[in-house]
């Protein structure tokens, strides 16, 4: 069965405290994997698509990269606006295209 | 900027009612989903639409149904709402091939009573 599991499912951190976020995978085929931020009360917002093993994609002080199993997400000198959970999901081929989420990590950020 | 439109952010409605919640993107996306969003248990798919008038069951579309006559909007229909309807309904549409990711609207947060 195809699985998506994110860890830690909370995590506080001090502003400035660099920490990662992991999200690991069993899929049959991984086609893509998406990392999104979701702040209370709203829909998931788009942060970045990885394809291949290897691969890394940066955006301010969020990094994520790519292995056979797992990704994460680096999260480099973060600041209370960066509070929010995200969620990691994968889109497999042969399915249609919707996406396999795991249930997210909660990041919360003190001053 | 890429647009995701849900018509209602919350709706209260009785045990039994015929519910219909709207979506509306301005991409000119060929794929829209609807997804549901509860605690613990993450986004789950419910319905999905890769063209007009073509529909496809999730993981969980017992309940539910669709509708898509037009590319640009998606409903989904819960056909006799009960209690374990309640829930955050979030609609995402996507271009073919999913190149830059999913577009989610700000949700509906349903509550069935």
């Known amino acids: 069965e195809d699985q998506v599991t994110q860890s830690p499912e909370a995590l506080r951190l001090q502003e400035g405290e660099s920490s990662s976020l992991n999200c690991s995978y069993t899929v049959s085929g991984l086609r893509g994997l998406f990392w999104y931020r979701q702040d209370p009360g709203k829909g998931p917002e788009f942060l970045f698509t990885?394809?291949?093993a290897g691969e890394e994609k940066e955006k301010e002080r969020l990094k994520a990269t790519l292995t056979k199993k797992e990704s994460f997400l680096h999260i480099t000198a973060p600041k209370p606006e960066d509070s929010a959970t995200y969620l990691c999901?994968?889109?497999?081929?042969?399915?249609?295209?919707?996406?396999?989420f795991g249930k997210g990590t909660k990041l919360s950020v003190k001053p | 900027d890429v647009k995701v439109t849900q018509s209602s952010r919350y709706l209260v409605k009785r045990t039994g009612e015929k519910v219909f919640l709207e979506c509306v993107q301005d991409?000119?996306?060929?794929?829209m989903f609807w997804y549901r969003q509860d605690p613990g248990l993450g986004l789950r798919l419910i319905y999905f639409?890769?063209?007009?008038?073509?529909?496809e069951k999730g993981d969980i579309p017992e309940g539910y149904s669709v509708s898509r006559e037009k590319k640009e909007r998606f409903s989904l229909i819960l056909e006799s709402a009960s209690t374990n309807q309640t829930s955050m309904y979030l609609c995402a549409s996507t271009a073919y091939g999913y190149t830059f990711g999913s577009y989610f609207g700000s949700g509906t947060r349903l509550t069935v009573v």
């Open positions: 991409m000119d996306h060929e794929n």
């Open positions: 990885l394809y291949s």
């Open positions: 999901a994968v889109h497999i081929w042969g399915s249609q295209g919707n996406l396999i």
């Open positions: 639409s890769y063209d007009v008038k073509m529909k």
